[in-house]
T-cell receptor
């Protein structure tokens, strides 16, 4: 079975602080994909990143960075110098590759509030 | 390019009524799925389809039916609405192999059952 755990339900930070959102996953598959999506107050789901299980390189995109560690089954997301516009619910998700891709399995999300 | 289009955006139903949530995509994606989002529960998979004529159940399929007669459309039917089906529903589509892309989501349908 596949499972994604986001233990942090809500996080509140002051603007310009750094914040890390945790994601721990479970799967028996050797080939899989990990995702992060952002859901702003307007409600749509915005794709942030996809990472496959064979690529453990960390990735940085502007103020966003992702740390993938297979040894701890974690795919954590850090926002540097947070801004009010980062306030949203963030979802981590997992899809495995078997005969084809399995549907995305989502964590319960972390609500991030950035206070000015 | 419209992407994934869901209709309606909002709907209020009475208990026992039936309705169909529409989902259409214009990207020729094989893979389509329906999720429901409830507070504190994340997105849970209802049904999915890997191509026209093929559907399968997800985590929470009870009370919902789907069919996939074309590549473009994947409607979700509520046979007899219950208050427990009050939720926000998202439709998603992606190519069959997700190696090079991500799932594209519709804007969501907010359904209230009274």
């Amino acid at each position: 079975a596949q499972k994604v755990t986001q233990a942090q339900t809500e996080i509140s930070v002051v603007e310009k602080e750094d914040v890390t959102l945790d994601c721990v996953y479970e799967t028996r598959d050797t080939t899989y994909y990990l995702f992060w999506y952002k859901q702003p107050p307007s409600g749509e789901l915005v794709f942030l990143i996809r990472r496959n299980s064979f690529d453990e390189q960390n990735e940085i995109s502007g103020r966003y960075s992702w740390n993938f560690q297979k040894s701890t089954s974690s795919f954590n997301f850090t926002i540097t110098a947070s801004q009010v516009v980062d306030s949203a619910v963030y979802f981590c998700a997992l899809s495995a590759l078997r005969s084809g891709n399995t549907p995305l399995v989502f964590g319960k999300g972390t609500r991030l509030s950035v206070i000015a | 390019n419209a992407g994934v289009t869901q209709t309606p955006k909002f709907q209020v139903l009475k208990t026992g009524q039936s309705m169909t949530l529409q989902c259409a995509q214009d990207m020729n994606h094989e893979y389509m799925s329906w999720y429901r989002q409830d507070p504190g529960m994340g997105l849970r998979l209802i049904h999915y389809s890997v191509g026209a004529g093929i559907t399968d159940q997800g985590e929470v399929p009870n009370g919902y039916n789907v069919s996939r007669s074309t590549t473009e459309d994947f409607p979700l039917r509520l046979l007899s609405a219950a208050p427990s089906q009050t939720s926000v529903y998202f439709c998603a589509s992606s190519p069959w192999g997700m190696e090079d892309t991500e799932a594209f989501f519709g804007q969501g349908t907010r359904l209230t059952v009274v």
